[in-house]
């Protein structure tokens, strides 16, 4: 789980532009975010196996 603290910080607007950094939108992890879903690979497995997101199922060949 993503400290707090942090979590507030990145939602504030950066003094510049460069400093902002993408974070899950569920936990607050800020690494292995996935751009399209705005989720960590943690948070999108967990979704995908709910259903939650349409058209991703689990990969079986």
Known sequence: MARKALV???Q???KFKVRAY???K???RPRAYMRKFG???LCFR???????IPGIRKASW
Not at 46 to 52: F, M, N, R, T, V
């Open 12 to 14: 504030r607007p950066p």
């Open 22 to 24: 993408n974070r899950c």
């Open 46 to 52: 967990k979704l995908c196996y709910e259903g939650a």
């Open 26 to 28: 569920l936990c607050g």
């Open 8 to 10: 507030v910080k990145a």
């Open 39 to 41: 989720v960590c690979r």
